[in-house]
């Protein structure tokens, strides 16, 4: 019993922290309207600024400056916010699929930057050792790993907390009102260039956190961690979850990971051994085929936007 | 339908650990952490099947401590999240104490830091080449519970730089594959070939699956050298030397073993690769190594032939040896006895049936014993890395011919020398 428990333990560590990441993606794309596909890119510079602040010095290597771990966090949001400043001035004037073009490619390109600048980021060896902070505080696999869910558990409380607030104010309602018409939210004396790109730098604070939390879950930090199926895999948990909607994300994020691993796990017990080597192919139709039978029957995800009528709108 | 899979997960795993929870119940399961789809598929599927060949052959010889042992195979995708989970999944829903994989670096690296090191498990790799494990070992990191049957880079560059400075070039360019075994082979290179007498022109790192390499092999030819040392897989290796030789690069080429392959000939024309020389981890010349072969052509109608499937079918039979030496099944006593069962002055034991029921029964009188695999004879040093044999090679004609060959104890005689 013990087993399961420390498995499960495990497992919500994971799906919380892509939670996290699936959190900012719902402000861009649920709340915004602003189509990012470079997840990965920005989770990723989150990752090495945690990675370079709080990991040992290493010869030949940037960085390793040992801080704390909150210092970390706060350090890996603000890279990541800046990161996506400097992307979202020189993307402002796109919108849609050529947003989505472009922050693709600028994704690709992060993780290029990664694998060859070798003093910053460790290069193709990626970043070793780095420390998670449950392990002094606690001893043994299952406390550590139960303490570093309850870091977990206040990061996306806090963040959850955060964004239902912003979108209930009148500035989430501009967000809403920008994705669905921003001429008509142009001409209230609205700007949607800049609302854009506050929504596109606080969601990508929100995935450079994710990436954080997990490095410092690891213990270790490499470019293939961001290849673009951490962008597909966010943005299939956002589409399966509900966007425009916090609690969808996060059960999104449960559900899809759940599909991602409960797959792998249920062919190794049915599968026959002597044809388990190709059972790699029927867990990847496995996951697809849940996915699509779950759009089917809930094509605005599992929990969609609640929809809000002004209380001044009378018949 | 969270609550269904759930519940499935839940029945699932209590009849796992109903079986498994005291130290020689029955089966006794071996985790299996490869990548049978993604980018990596094709090998990692290979990978799998040598493995569960292994623990057929055990098996066969009556299992370990009188259990059969069951193979449970978890695929990583190739993704870091996705092996990190599969291997918690085993050792915390399976109870394995063991694990075999993961095949590339960048997935076996998180699972041994997050997973087989909090949890005392030992993690036995076939194929993951990455210095960060040694640099880990070397910091009490891995605790010992980190071993590879795939030697490292180190003896790769070390018969390289050799091979180059006997050859009597003295100004060698560099062009290497930027992944973790590229960068580390070339770095390591530089220094090797500096202790040898010889000098670098140029390191000019690729990226791969590019049309084309005329940037980097222009950088390449600055300085003029006598010689290139080429680290790359056949077809980018193709493409960069049929650019190095159009812009007037010498012919004079050494190049890694992954460049020993009929692709790689064929597609830059062997006659433009006469002069050309190369190295290869070696068949050792040893009676294990062609009954290992023998008895694999027999049971899938081919030879193994591809990166892994003898130094698996080693990983795994020197992990279910340990198993039976120490008499119960955890990851610390399986630690501390992979090295008995791996002994320089132990009774040598041979692969297959007969070979591990020879074994069992040493080990059943006290012996210990010295498992000279697939591989030949496995030595794991202090950071649990082993060394093998190497053998150089070049073309004559259309025909690959070998032209020297070291034994395990000449490859670590000259690492000493260069290390020393």
């Given at each position: 019993?013990?087993?399961?428990?420390?498995?499960?333990?495990?497992?919500?560590?994971?799906?919380?922290?892509?939670?996290?990441?699936?959190?900012?993606?719902?402000?861009?794309?649920?709340?915004?309207?602003?189509f990012?596909?470079?997840?990965?890119?920005?989770?990723?510079?989150g990752?090495?600024?945690?990675?370079?602040?709080?990991?040992?010095?290493?010869?030949?290597?940037?960085?390793?400056?040992?801080?704390?771990f909150?210092?970390?966090?706060?350090?890996?949001?603000?890279?990541?916010?800046?990161?996506?400043?400097?992307?979202?001035?020189?993307?402002?004037?796109?919108?849609?699929?050529?947003?989505?073009?472009?922050?693709?490619g600028?994704?690709?390109?992060?993780?290029?930057?990664?694998?060859?600048?070798?003093?910053?980021?460790?290069?193709?060896?990626?970043?070793?050792?780095?420390?998670?902070?449950s392990?002094a505080?606690?001893?043994?696999?299952?406390?550590?790993?139960?303490l570093?869910?309850?870091?977990?558990?206040?990061?996306?409380?806090l963040?959850?907390?955060?964004?239902?607030?912003?979108?209930?104010?009148?500035?989430?309602?501009?967000?809403k009102?920008?994705?669905?018409?921003?001429?008509?939210?142009?001409?209230?004396g609205?700007?949607?260039?800049?609302?854009?790109?506050?929504?596109?730098?606080?969601?990508?604070?929100?995935?450079?956190l994710?990436?954080?939390?997990?490095?410092?879950?690891?213990?270790?930090?490499?470019?293939?961690?961001?290849?673009?199926?951490?962008?597909?895999?966010?943005?299939?948990?956002?589409?399966?979850?509900?966007?425009?909607?916090?609690?969808?994300?996060?059960?999104?994020?449960?559900?899809?990971?759940?599909?991602?691993?409960?797959s792998?796990?249920?062919?190794?017990?049915?599968?026959?051994?002597?044809?388990?080597?190709?059972?790699?192919?029927?867990?990847a139709?496995?996951?697809?085929?849940i996915?699509?039978?779950?759009?089917?029957?809930?094509?605005?995800?599992?929990?969609?936007?609640?929809?809000?009528?002004?209380?001044h709108?009378?018949? | 339908?969270?609550?269904?899979?759930?519940?499935?997960?839940?029945?699932?795993?209590l009849?796992?650990?109903?079986?498994?929870?005291?130290?020689?119940?029955?089966?006794?399961?071996?985790?299996?952490?490869?990548?049978?789809?993604?980018?990596?598929?094709?090998?990692?599927?290979?990978?799998?099947?040598?493995?569960?060949?292994?623990?057929?052959?055990?098996?066969?010889?009556?299992?370990?401590?009188?259990?059969?042992?069951?193979?449970?195979?978890?695929?990583?995708?190739?993704?870091?999240?996705?092996g990190?989970?599969?291997a918690?999944?085993?050792?915390?829903?399976?109870?394995?104490?063991?694990?075999?994989g993961?095949?590339?670096?960048?997935?076996?690296?998180?699972?041994?830091?997050?997973?087989?090191?909090?949890?005392?498990?030992?993690?036995?790799?076939?194929?993951?080449?990455?210095?960060?494990?040694?640099?880990?070992?070397?910091?009490?990191?891995?605790?010992?519970?980190?071993?590879?049957?795939?030697?490292?880079n180190?003896?790769?560059?070390?018969?390289?730089?050799?091979?180059?400075?006997?050859?009597?070039?003295?100004?060698?360019?560099?062009?290497?594959?930027?992944?973790?075994?590229?960068?580390?082979?070339?770095?390591?290179?530089?220094?090797?070939?500096?202790?040898?007498?010889?000098?670098?022109?140029?390191?000019?790192?690729?990226?791969?699956?590019?049309?084309?390499?005329?940037a980097?092999?222009?950088?390449?030819?600055?300085?003029?050298?006598?010689?290139?040392?080429?680290?790359?897989?056949?077809?980018?290796?193709a493409?960069?030397?049929?650019?190095w030789?159009?812009?007037?690069?010498?012919?004079?080429?050494?190049?890694?073993?992954?460049?020993?392959?009929?692709?790689?000939?064929?597609?830059?024309?062997?006659?433009?690769?006469?002069?050309?020389?190369?190295?290869?981890?070696?068949?050792?010349?040893?009676?294990?190594?062609?009954?290992?072969?023998?008895?694999?052509?027999?049971?899938?109608?081919?030879?193994?032939?591809?990166?892994?499937?003898?130094?698996v079918?080693?990983?795994?039979?020197?992990?279910?040896?340990?198993?039976?030496?120490?008499?119960?099944?955890?990851?610390?006593?399986?630690?501390?006895?992979?090295?008995?069962?791996?002994?320089?002055?132990?009774?040598?034991?041979?692969?297959?049936?007969?070979?591990?029921?020879?074994?069992?029964?040493?080990?059943?009188?006290?012996?210990?014993?010295?498992?000279?695999g697939?591989?030949?004879?496995?030595?794991?040093?202090?950071?649990?890395?082993?060394?093998?044999?190497?053998?150089?090679?070049?073309?004559?004609?259309?025909?690959?011919?070998?032209?020297?060959?070291?034994?395990?104890?000449?490859?670590?005689?000259?690492?000493?020398?260069?290390?020393?």
């Amino acid at each position: 019993m013990i087993g399961l428990v420390s498995y499960i333990v495990f497992f919500l560590i994971l799906s919380l922290i892509f939670g996290v990441a699936v959190l900012g993606l719902n402000l861009q794309w649920g709340f915004t309207g602003l189509f990012n596909a470079g997840v990965a890119g920005f989770t990723a510079i989150g990752a090495y600024t945690m990675a370079i602040l709080t990991g040992p010095a290493r010869d030949a290597v940037f960085g390793g400056f040992e801080l704390p771990f909150v210092v970390g966090l706060i350090g890996a949001m603000a890279a990541s916010g800046m990161g996506a400043a400097i992307v979202g001035l020189a993307t402002s004037s796109l919108r849609h699929e050529y947003l989505a073009v472009a922050t693709f490619g600028i994704a690709v390109t992060i993780q290029l930057v990664c694998l060859n600048w070798e003093y910053l980021t460790g290069g193709t060896l990626g970043l070793i050792g780095i420390p998670n902070p449950s392990k002094a505080w606690a001893d043994g696999p299952l406390a550590q790993n139960a303490l570093y869910l309850l870091m977990v558990l206040v990061s996306v409380g806090l963040t959850f907390a955060a964004l239902e607030r912003i979108v209930k104010s009148p500035w989430g309602r501009m967000l809403k009102a920008i994705r669905e018409d921003d001429v008509a939210a142009a001409s209230l004396g609205k700007s949607p260039e800049r609302v854009r790109l506050e929504a596109f730098v606080l969601g990508c604070m929100i995935m450079g956190l994710s990436g954080a939390l997990y490095v410092s879950f690891i213990g270790y930090v490499s470019p293939w961690d961001f290849l673009p199926i951490l962008t597909f895999q966010i943005w299939t948990m956002l589409i399966v979850g509900g966007s425009a909607n916090n609690r969808g994300a996060l059960l999104g994020a449960l559900i899809v990971w759940g599909v991602w691993t409960m797959s792998g796990f249920i062919i190794s017990r049915v599968v026959p051994s002597e044809i388990q080597a190709q059972g790699g192919a029927m867990q990847a139709v496995l996951i697809g085929l849940i996915l699509v039978v779950t759009l089917l029957i809930r094509p605005r995800g599992l929990i969609g936007e609640e929809l809000h009528v002004s209380r001044h709108a009378g018949p | 339908m969270l609550q269904k899979f759930g519940l499935a997960a839940v029945v699932a795993a209590l009849t796992g650990i109903g079986s498994s929870a005291g130290a020689v119940d029955c089966p006794v399961k071996l985790g299996a952490i490869l990548p049978v789809s993604g980018p990596m598929g094709q090998v990692g599927e290979r990978i799998a099947e040598t493995g569960l060949f292994a623990v057929e052959q055990f098996n066969e010889a009556g299992g370990v401590l009188g259990c059969p042992v069951e193979y449970v195979l978890r695929d990583t995708q190739g993704q870091s999240a996705v092996g990190v989970d599969a291997a918690k999944s085993l050792v915390d829903l399976d109870g394995v104490q063991a694990l075999i994989g993961a095949v590339s670096s960048g997935v076996s690296l998180p699972v041994l830091t997050s997973v087989a090191v909090p949890s005392k498990v030992v993690q036995v790799s076939c194929c993951s080449s990455s210095e960060s494990f040694t640099t880990l070992a070397e910091e009490g990191k891995t605790e010992g519970y980190w071993f590879r049957t795939y030697a490292t880079n180190r003896s790769q560059s070390a018969i390289g730089a050799k091979l180059t400075v006997d050859s009597g070039f003295r100004k060698t360019a560099v062009i290497y594959v930027n992944t973790d075994f590229g960068v580390g082979l070339a770095k390591r290179f530089e220094r090797d070939i500096a202790k040898l007498g010889g000098s670098i022109t140029s390191l000019v790192a690729y990226n791969e699956s590019q049309q084309s390499y005329r940037a980097e092999v222009t950088k390449a030819l600055e300085g003029n050298p006598d010689s290139l040392f080429l680290v790359a897989f056949p077809v980018d290796g193709a493409t960069i030397t049929r650019e190095w030789l159009s812009l007037g690069g010498t012919d004079n080429l050494i190049v890694n073993n992954s460049l020993r392959s009929d692709d790689y000939f064929q597609a830059v024309g062997s006659q433009f690769l006469q002069n050309m020389q190369g190295y290869d981890s070696a068949q050792p010349r040893l009676p294990s190594v062609d009954s290992f072969n023998e008895m694999f052509e027999a049971r899938f109608e081919g030879p193994p032939n591809g990166p892994g499937l003898h130094s698996v079918y080693d990983a795994v039979t020197v992990v279910l040896l340990a198993m039976e030496a120490s008499g119960d099944i955890t990851g610390d006593s399986i630690r501390d006895n992979i090295r008995l069962v791996t002994s320089p002055d132990g009774v040598e034991v041979y692969p297959g049936p007969e070979g591990i029921a020879r074994a069992k029964e040493l080990l059943a009188e006290g012996k210990t014993i010295r498992y000279v695999g697939a591989t030949g004879a496995l030595s794991f040093d202090g950071n649990g890395d082993v060394q093998a044999p190497k053998m150089t090679w070049k073309l004559d004609g259309d025909e690959n011919v070998e032209t020297g060959y070291m034994s395990t104890a000449e490859v670590a005689e000259l690492i000493r020398m260069l290390d020393g």
